[in-house]
């Protein structure tokens, strides 16, 4: 084997080894969250946004107490029957259950850190 051959294999065998660091790591960020929660309010938005990777975002509108300002959440939808839910739910007061990944490498899983993995329409 010729020492230029041998830099090629050892540079494809980096590139490999980059390539599945990078996959390992992305695989992690979206399988262990670092938080889990609910939240509640009234479903203000949600639409698919992005020009390469289309993700469903949406943002529900918090209250504390009458009177109050309200707060916005904003969030990230992976899965489509959630994201079914939450269309026909678009205005309607909802329990979202969320799991925040910190860390996720690109913003084709989602524009946010909350991934929405449960929706409760209340009457």
């Known amino acids: 084997m ?4 041998r830099i090629v294999l050892y540079f494809i065998a980096l590139v490999a080894a980059t ?3 990078f996959v390992a ?3 992690a960020m979206l399988h262990i969250s670092y938080s889990d929660g609910e939240r509640a309010g009234y479903l203000q938005k949600f639409s698919t946004r992005g020009w390469i990777c ?3 975002e949406g943002e529900i509108l918090l209250t504390s107490m009458p009177g109050a300002i309200p707060e916005k959440f904003e969030f990230s939808v ?3 029957n959630v994201a079914k839910q939450l269309t026909d739910a678009t205005g309607k007061r909802v329990i979202l259950s969320y799991a925040q990944h910190k860390g996720v490498p690109t ?3 989602g524009e946010t850190e909350y991934y929405i993995t449960k929706v409760q329409v209340q009457p």
């Open 25 to 27: 790591y992305t695989w």
């Open 19 to 21: 390539l599945l660091v």
């Open 2 to 5: 010729t020492k230029s051959s």
């Open 78 to 80: 992976r899965d489509e």
């Open 54 to 56: 289309k993700t469903w």
């Open 107 to 109: 913003q084709c899983f």
